[in-house]
């Protein structure tokens, strides 16, 4: 996930979760590069005409992270994972503003990447918070799948990052990654799976 060494960013969050604020601010140079490309791979999926820049959704990711209270993370990629998540929360939240803003016209259309699809299915549009309400019904069935979503789809982490990110193996993120995909392919077609 990048050149940073994992060993001072694994003792600047252990104490930035004992309380040491100054660790978060010693940590961003270490992991900006990281979150910009976390950053820049959840923008590529939204609308073309998207006003919202990988610089800003990082900021306000770090703004989000820093006003946290008694945040606990196990490593590098528990980090990075959650820093995901807040990237998707803060897109959805923009989502519904501009849509209450213009009183719902305009669905956002972002691309289901064809990994997410199943294999014979192209990439197609997928309007983002059809896509969320979709893993929100996901997350009620099975919320580890739900993650696994979250953190391959949205977070562009590697099968074994999710594995250490969420502590299972490998080979059970592969399944549930098969699983979920074909689960959302079907919710997001409307129970229909085109051949």
């Known amino acids: 996930m990048g050149s940073a060494s994992p060993k ?3 003792e600047l969050l252990l104490r930035w979760g004992n309380g040491d604020r100054e660790a978060l601010e010693a940590m961003l140079p270490l992991v900006y590069n990281e979150l910009r490309r976390l950053a820049r791979h ?3 999926q939204q609308r073309p005409n998207h006003t919202l820049q990988a610089t800003a959704l990082v900021h306000e990711a770090y703004l989000r992270l820093a006003q946290g209270k008694s945040l606990h993370f196990e490593n590098r990629a528990h980090f990075l994972g959650i820093a995901a998540q807040l990237m998707r929360w803060i897109l959805v939240d923009y989502e519904r503003n501009r849509r209450a803003a213009k009183r ?6 972002l691309t289901l990447d064809p990994s997410v699809s199943a294999p014979r299915s192209p990439g197609r549009d997928v309007d ?5 309400r979709a893993l929100e019904r996901l997350a009620k069935l099975d919320a580890q799948q739900s993650q696994i979503v979250e953190l391959r789809y949205f977070g562009g982490l590697s099968i074994e990052d999710t594995s250490q990110f969420l502590g299972i193996a ?3 993120v592969k399944r549930s990654w098969a699983s979920a995909r074909a689960w959302l ?3 997001m077609s409307g ?4 051949p």
């Open 104 to 109: 719902g016209a305009g669905a956002t259309k």
């Open 8 to 10: 001072p960013i694994s």
């Open 185 to 187: 392919l079907r919710e």
């Open 42 to 44: 959840h923008l590529r």
């Open 170 to 172: 490998p080979a059970t």
């Open 191 to 194: 129970g229909e799976v085109r």
């Open 128 to 132: 983002l918070l059809a896509l969320d």
